[in-house]
Every structure is written in structure tokens, then in C-alpha cells.
């Protein structure tokens, strides 16, 4: 007997056949000896197994109890692929972050030194007779240099004598 | 993950934007202003816009300021132009890169001042002197990033 038809045989006797079915699989079942013997075999079965069958008493809701069991299912069904990713795949895992990162710090670094630069770093010379102030107006965004006569000879030659360096707002050196 | 190629995209992209504008030209505007205590100037005399006039304001004891020349440059990296201000002064400016110039300061054909300077927008810088009859001269630079018809392109 195919094990189609013994579980048909099965589902006869514990009652679970639409009537249609059950009216079908039972004038076969009278009608065929194999049969007949299995369905007589499980019958006993069922009714040893319905007076010592014992009741399982659960903690959690039917719904709920059959829920974490479809979810663990569900976790062990999802296995991980283990295959070898490719070397570009795991050069972007990698090394696009680290070069993104690394494009990034070159930009801040590069906005930071634009943005620090000082605008009172001068270095300034002027002709021999002459002298410079430099003063710095913040408020007004304005670095003003002031050349005026310093009283000394007029000297005809052009080439500076005097190197005038102002290392922060207010200081002034002068090197010879 | 998936977001790395594009954000390496655009980082690439900013890094190289700003490593192109470092390595631009300058674009300057350099200006003769005359101060004096007359406050309407001249016939020809045409007073500074309202915003350098209160900066210079802020500084010295003048109460007019006005355009005598204005000029617009643009300077690649390491060239050197010349900007006459007047028939008697020169301005020989060198870009440096970075908004660094040097300034050399020529006045009847001699070097006045030379220095070294960062022109970073929108500061100014002043260079100026005593003149005759209780009044000043002054030239204000400014590095300017828009374009103008009267660029300069060779010396």
C-alpha cells in the first residue's frame, strides 16, 4: 500500500476527512482487506493511546508557544553564506571607509590651513629714508601699512635696508 | 556599506574642488584713493563706496575718500603683475599662492616697500602715506573673486 493511501487511512480514522472523502475512503476501506486490517490496527492504537495520553500543560499562551517555535525556526533557517567575497568586495569593505576618511582629514586639514592662515604674517622691507608702520583693524577686516619719511637722508638707491617683520598684532621687529 | 563608494565619491570630489581653488588665479582690485578734509573732492573726484569709506573712517582723521584709479587683476600662481596706479606709482604684485602676494610698491621708479601678504577675502589691505596740503594717499587691495571686463592679462 502506498503511504498516500495509509495516511488517507490514517486521517479516516482519527476523523479529520471532509464527508465527501471519508464516505469515499471508507466503502474502500471495507471493500479492501489490506486496508481494512490498517484501519482496524490503528483504531486500536488510537483508543490505547487516547485513555493514557497525558495533558501538556504550557506556561505561555497557545498562540505565543507555537510563535517562539516559528521563530526559532525561522533564526535557524537563516544561514549566513560563507562564501569567499571577492577581492574588490573586500577592498570596499575595507579600504573605501579608510580612503573616505583619509580624503576627508586631507580636506579639513587643507580648509583648516586656509582658514588659520594669519593675515598680519608680513615681511616687509622698505627704501632706506623710509619707514613702515603696519597696524591691524580687526573689527574693520583691514591691515594698514603707513610709509612716511622717517627724517633720515633721502637715499637714491631703491634696495631696502631695513626688514621690518610683524610676528603678531602690535609687535613689530625691525632686523637689519 | 553600500553608501561607501558614494560618500568616497564625494569626498574625492570636495578634496579635489579645493585643491583646484587653492591653485587658481588671484583675482584682485587694487585702488588709488585719495583723503582729504574736503569732503566733496574734486570735479573728477568720485568718493569711495560707503563700506571702504567707513573702514578708513574707523583709521585715520580724514573725512573724504575718494577713487582715483581702480583696477582688477588676475594673477596665476607665481606670476608677477604690474598695476599702474598712477603715473607715479606702481604696484608689482606677485602671486604666491595660497592668497599669499608680494607687494613691491615702485614710486618714481623706485622701490618704496616691498612685503610679503596674505589677501584672504574680504579683509583689505592698505597701503598709504602722507601728501601734500594735509591730505593722503592711499591703496586699498582686496582679493576678489568676481570677474570683471577690465582684467589685466599681461604686463
Not at chain 1, 65 to 86: G, N, T
Not at chain 1, 139 to 165: C, E, F
Not at chain 2, 118 to 141: M, S
Amino acid at each position: 500500500m502506498k503511504h498516500e493511501l495509509e495516511l488517507k487511512v490514517q486521517a479516516w480514522v482519527d476523523g479529520e476527512l471532509p464527508d465527501v472523502e471519508a464516505r469515499r475512503i471508507g466503502q474502500w476501506i471495507a471493500e479492501n482487506a489490506e486496508a481494512s486490517a490498517l484501519a482496524s490496527e490503528l483504531g486500536c492504537v488510537r483508543r490505547a493511546m487516547s485513555g493514557g495520553e497525558t495533558l501538556a500543560l504550557l506556561d505561555d499562551s497557545r498562540d505565543f508557544y507555537w510563535s517562539k517555535i516559528q521563530r526559532q525556526i525561522e533564526r535557524e533557517a537563516f544561514v549566513p553564506s560563507h562564501d569567499p567575497l571577492p577581492w574588490f568586495a573586500r577592498w570596499r569593505r575595507y579600504m573605501a571607509p579608510a580612503c573616505g576618511a583619509l580624503a576627508m582629514a586631507c580636506l579639513l586639514t587643507l580648509s583648516l590651513r586656509q582658514a588659520a592662515t594669519p593675515s598680519f604674517d608680513e615681511i616687509s622691507s622698505v627704501g632706506e629714508g623710509m619707514e613702515a608702520v603696519t597696524f591691524h583693524d580687526q573689527s574693520a577686516q583691514m591691515t594698514v601699512v603707513w610709509l612716511q619719511n622717517n627724517g633720515g637722508p633721502a637715499d637714491n638707491q631703491a634696495a631696502p635696508k631695513i626688514i621690518r617683520y610683524e610676528d603678531e598684532p602690535g609687535t613689530v621687529v625691525d632686523l637689519e | 556599506m553600500r553608501k561607501a563608494p558614494r560618500v568616497l565619491a564625494t569626498a574625492f570630489f570636495l578634496f579635489a574642488a579645493a585643491a583646484a581653488a587653492s591653485a587658481a588665479d588671484l583675482k584682485l582690485e587694487a585702488r588709488l584713493i585719495w583723503g582729504a578734509n574736503d569732503e566733496k573732492g574734486g570735479p573728477n573726484c568720485k568718493p569711495v563706496d560707503a563700506v571702504l569709506a567707513s573702514k578708513l573712517n574707523r583709521s585715520f582723521k580724514w573725512k573724504g575718500y575718494f577713487e582715483i584709479t581702480n583696477e582688477i587683476a588676475s594673477i596665476p600662481v607665481n606670476k608677477t603683475r604690474d598695476l599702474r596706479m598712477s603715473p607715479e606709482c606702481t604696484l608689482r604684485i606677485k602671486n604666491l599662492g595660497g592668497s599669499r602676494v608680494e607687494i613691491n610698491f615702485i614710486g618714481q621708479g623706485k622701490e618704496v616697500h616691498k612685503g610679503s601678504y596674505t589677501l584672504a577675502p574680504p579683509n583689505w589691505l592698505v597701503l598709504g602715506g602722507d601728501c601734500t596740503n594735509n591730505t593722503a594717499w592711499f591703496i586699498g587691495l582686496r582679493a576678489n573673486d568676481a570677474t570683471s571686463p577690465n582684467i589685466i592679462t599681461k604686463n
